[in-house]
């Protein structure tokens, strides 16, 4: 049956191969290795598997599903609070995440009250002074932090990761330090990540 493409009468067998844009659109049951002129795949071109009707794009190195958001819960709530200074923590993200592609880590904090250069919050320091994405195989570095850093005493920080856990993984910040008198800390943690076409 051919595929219909959305707000057009152009169909799979028409489509399929055309650059529009300067991205390619392919309509077929198996990963494209080329483009349809025997040139190079760009990252941004698009593959509809017709046997699935599922929608993937290419980022230059996989053919990824859209994004999902996939945040950390902490005792039925989104945010984690924090009033003193934390020891080791970890959270996990949960063992129903096989082999993903994680494309970011976002945190998303508020501070109530100080939030100034003597009176901060930070964290870093589980390895080498800085938070990690890992498993027991694989470890992504997310760097250290601080809420001065932005000027606000609300923002999301964000860190461009474009890499793959090979199985369940958790983030380890190390310790939640505060810093002088800051006021305590509201935090939501959050990944960007897809899945990769077998």
């Not at 049951?29 to 698009?46: E, N, Y």
């Not at 005792?75 to 003193?84: L, V």
Request: aromatic share 14%; glycine share 10%.
């Amino acid at each position: 049956m051919a595929i219909i493409i959305p707000g057009s009468s152009i169909t799979d067998a028409a489509f399929s191969g055309q650059v529009i844009n300067g991205v390619a659109h392919f309509v077929q049951t198996t990963a494209p290795t080329t483009r349809a002129d025997g040139s190079i795949l760009v990252a941004g071109d698009k593959w509809y598997k017709s046997d699935g009707r599922t929608e993937w794009f290419w980022n230059g190195t996989y053919w990824l599903s859209p994004p999902v958001v996939l945040s950390f819960t902490h005792s039925g709530s989104t945010a984690i609070r924090f009033t003193a200074s934390s020891s080791d923590v970890t959270y996990a993200f949960g063992s129903h995440v096989q082999s993903p592609f994680i494309s970011k880590f976002c945190l998303n904090y508020r501070v109530l009250g100080t939030n100034d250069a003597s009176n901060y919050w930070t964290w870093g320091g589980y390895s080498a002074g800085q938070g990690y994405l890992r498993n027991d195989a694989d470890v992504i570095a997310l760097g250290a932090w601080n809420t001065t850093a932005a000027g606000s005493n609300r923002t999301l920080h964000e860190v461009i990761v474009n890499q793959t856990l090979s199985s369940s993984f958790d983030f380890r910040p190390g310790q939640w330090v505060k810093v002088g008198s800051a006021g305590q800390i509201y935090i939501g943690l959050a990944l960007i990540i897809h899945s990769i076409a077998p």
